[in-house]
């Protein structure tokens, strides 16, 4: 694969990259693995993790070009090297903002068993905050369904400290509601409860 024949806005965004991540997706494309142990060899970090997402936004972007649409051995190269950054950022990431851009790009795609995995990682590497903010940043209503049903199935504990940040006291509050009435959870009840009166502060449930 040669990049600078798969456009001048991958190139652009290719020539920006560090080596180091460079190496870690050649690595990755060649072994084809889905969880690239390249990605923890190369201390994989939040700058690669925006290398990554940036240089997949370029490769989706040309793929929809007439040009490329019409030339299949350049739509194969490209496709082959964007689903390499899925596979690096899935293995990866724990970002909101890459997390909404590999669920839209499922969605976009009708990947539902995409999506399901996706979900399954929200819910196994994400912090609480990170979960909030994919539902406080996309304005998709699945990918929202998605982040609330995750916050919902946290421990109790894990929400309470949502509940004093301006950002995310609405989403916590609605993560605990969710909880308390469709998973029964009295735990949730009391923090609400108290929340309602002003007294929650800490995260001290019992």
């Not at 560090?18 to 390249?38: E, W, Y």
């Not at 996706?118 to 590497?125: G, H, K, P, V, W």
């Amino acid at each position: 694969m040669v990049i600078k024949d798969l456009g001048p806005a991958v190139v652009r965004v290719w020539d920006d990259m560090r080596p180091i991540t460079k190496k870690m997706l050649a690595r990755a494309m060649s072994t084809g693995q889905s969880n690239p142990s390249p990605a923890q060899k190369f201390s994989y970090d939040a700058h690669a993790d925006w290398e990554v997402s940036r240089l997949l936004t370029a490769l989706d972007e040309q793929s929809r070009s007439t040009g490329v649409r019409k030339d299949s051995d350049k739509l194969g190269e490209i496709t082959q090297l964007a689903e390499t950054c899925v596979r690096v950022l899935e293995a990866q990431s724990g970002s909101a903002e890459v997390f909404i851009q590999l669920a839209e790009r499922a969605l976009q795609r009708h990947d539902y068993n995409k999506l399901d995995k996706l979900s399954d990682r929200l819910f196994e590497r994400f912090s609480a905050a990170e979960i909030a903010e994919v539902v406080r940043q996309t304005d998709m209503p699945q990918i929202r369904a998605i982040a609330y049903e995750t916050l919902s199935m946290l421990p109790v504990p894990t929400l309470v400290p949502l509940l004093d940040d301006p950002l995310y006291s609405e989403i916590g509050a609605s993560s605990l509601e969710q909880k308390a009435y469709e998973y029964e959870s009295e735990e949730a009840r009391d923090v609400l409860e108290l929340y309602d009166r002003g007294f929650v502060n800490e995260p001290t449930c019992e």
